[in-house]
């Protein structure tokens, strides 16, 4: 069930005409005066001029009082609205509360329509007030789900560098999710959701050097999908990118053999995939890659000759591989990936 926005006044769904039949129902979407109820989202009062997310820790720098979040606005010695000189930066907690109590009612107020039709179906509800011509008004839920909602305000952050920020919207959709499977059960695309959820908040302790809470996230996300059944493509794209980016850290941090066994894990999920189905060219573009980073970690453990295959495994995949004309981006990806495999052979006979 999608949300309302509250700052939608009139004709609430709580606040029903009187019980017309279905067909003499009117729908009308309401429009979020700030903008949160679309994919064209602009910013508001409510936003960080400079994150350009819903504001965090939101403090006002004095005298000029202009409002940010406060990691943003540390980075700066003159305020980015005015220019004003900022003598102090101060928490500023009434706009902070104002943030947070539109998180919560524009995702969180739900409505049951069955409720309604039971609250409706009174003697009085039922009424006739002799205008054949009036209509029950519903007002449809904002077209972004609170899920889309929370990510996109992470997104933002993630990419202004306002890490806590980006972690605190993904907790709190991490929880919604976990909330929605008691409820629902795992399905395939809430399961899927989590599993991406909890990768991006191990992006954001990557983001912070804090590889232990990283590796944690990512090793919670495995966790969760490795559960599940792998007749689903996203989740198993999802499973892998969490194998290869705990791979990812291993292999920064040295530890080869680890690195190893995590690609390696990634790699036979997916080659089980175009077992399953050889015709998706997403797919074979994951195993190749994931040929690649075996190999890599293969030649660093001395294993020249394995590595050498692997890489002739990615690149034999990759040629056969015919894409249409419209997968451009897929195109660009896959010639990259050649070029790389074809760029490690080439050392090996230099």
């Known amino acids: 069930m999608r949300p309302v926005c509250p700052f939608v006044k009139a004709a609430r769904p709580s606040e029903p005409s009187k019980k017309e039949s279905s067909a003499d129902t009117a729908t009308i979407s309401p429009k979020c005066p700030l903008g949160y109820d679309s994919q064209t989202f602009k910013l508001g009062p409510l936003s960080c001029m ?8 939101s403090a006002k720098c004095a005298p000029c009082s202009h409002s940010f979040c406060k990691a943003c606005i540390s980075r700066f010695k003159d305020c980015p609205l005015c220019g004003a000189d900022i003598e102090k930066i101060e928490a500023d907690t009434n706009l902070q509360n104002l943030v947070d109590r539109f998180i919560e ?12 039709d039971k609250q409706d179906s009174t003697p009085e509800s039922n009424s006739n007030d002799g205008n054949n011509n009036s209509k029950r008004v519903i007002y449809e839920d904002v077209s972004l789900e609170r ?3 929370l990510v996109q305000q992470a997104m ?5 560098q306002n890490i806590e920020s980006a972690k605190s919207r993904l907790c709190l959709c991490a929880e919604d999710i976990r909330g929605q499977l008691e409820t629902m059960g795992n399905t395939s695309e809430l399961c899927s959701q989590l599993g991406a959820v909890l990768g991006m908040l191990g992006d954001c302790c990557r983001a912070t050097g804090d590889a232990g809470s990283a590796v944690s996230y990512f090793e919670e996300s495995v ?3 490795s559960k599940l059944p792998r007749n689903d493509q996203e989740i198993t794209h999802t499973l892998t990118i969490s194998l290869n980016k705990i791979g990812d850290l291993k292999y920064y941090d040295g530890d080869l053999k680890a690195a190893r ?14 077992k399953d189905d ?3 060219p997403s797919q074979i573009l994951d195993l190749a890659v994931s040929f690649a980073k075996v190999a890599d970690v293969d030649r660093n453990l001395g294993d020249e000759d394995v590595a050498v295959d692997e890489f002739q495994e990615g690149i034999k995949l990759l040629e056969s591989l015919t894409l249409k004309s419209e997968d451009t981006g897929l195109e660009q990806r896959r010639l990259s990936v050649l070029e790389f495999l074809k760029s490690q052979i080439a050392e090996k006979q230099t």
Not at 52 to 57: G, R, V
């Open 50 to 57: 400079i994150c350009h997310a819903l504001l965090f820790d």
């Open 105 to 116: 009612g524009h995702a969180r107020i739900k409505r049951s329509h069955n409720a309604e």
């Open 147 to 149: 899920g889309a909602f």
């Open 156 to 160: 933002r952050a993630f990419r202004a």
């Open 223 to 225: 966790e969760f999908l």
């Open 261 to 274: 066994s995590y690609y390696f894990q990634s790699l036979n999920v997916r080659r089980d995939a175009v």
């Open 278 to 280: 050889p015709n998706v």
